[in-house]
């Protein structure tokens, strides 16, 4: 689920296993226009999101999203940082 065997978060296998992602890199090459239809699909996801959801479950729902973009953001400043040691 969330989870290896490990208890390490599982989202390089999640990303990995996911049908965008295959179909992005399929070529190896990320195009703007592929970015673009993610970006759209993810905004129409949220949409479906608001309409479905209480006001309870969208307020988890954004606090994910915002906890998951600061471990993003500061694991790729992290990794930044490792490049000049």
Same mark, same amino acid.
């Given at each position: 689920?969330?989870?290896?065997?490990?208890?390490?978060?599982?989202?390089?296998?999640?990303?990995?296993?996911?049908?965008?992602?295959?179909?992005?890199?399929?070529?190896g090459i990320?195009?703007?226009? /592929?970015?673009? *239809?993610?970006?759209?699909?993810?905004? $129409?996801?949220?949409?479906?999101?608001? +309409?479905? =959801?209480?006001? /309870?479950?969208? *307020?988890?729902?954004?606090?994910?999203? $915002?906890?998951?973009?600061?471990?993003? +953001?500061? =694991?790729n400043?992290?990794?930044?940082?490792?490049?000049?040691?």
């Amino acid at each position: 689920m969330f989870f290896n065997e490990k208890g390490i978060l599982n989202i390089d296998e999640m990303v990995a296993d996911n049908a965008s992602f295959k179909n992005i890199m399929e070529d190896g090459i990320v195009t703007e226009e /592929e970015v673009k *239809a993610q970006s759209d699909k993810v905004i $129409a996801m949220l949409h479906d999101m608001e +309409a479905k =959801y209480g006001q /309870e479950q969208l *307020a988890e729902i954004r606090s994910l999203l $915002a906890e998951t973009s600061v471990l993003y +953001a500061v =694991y790729n400043f992290y990794s930044i940082q490792n490049i000049d040691k």
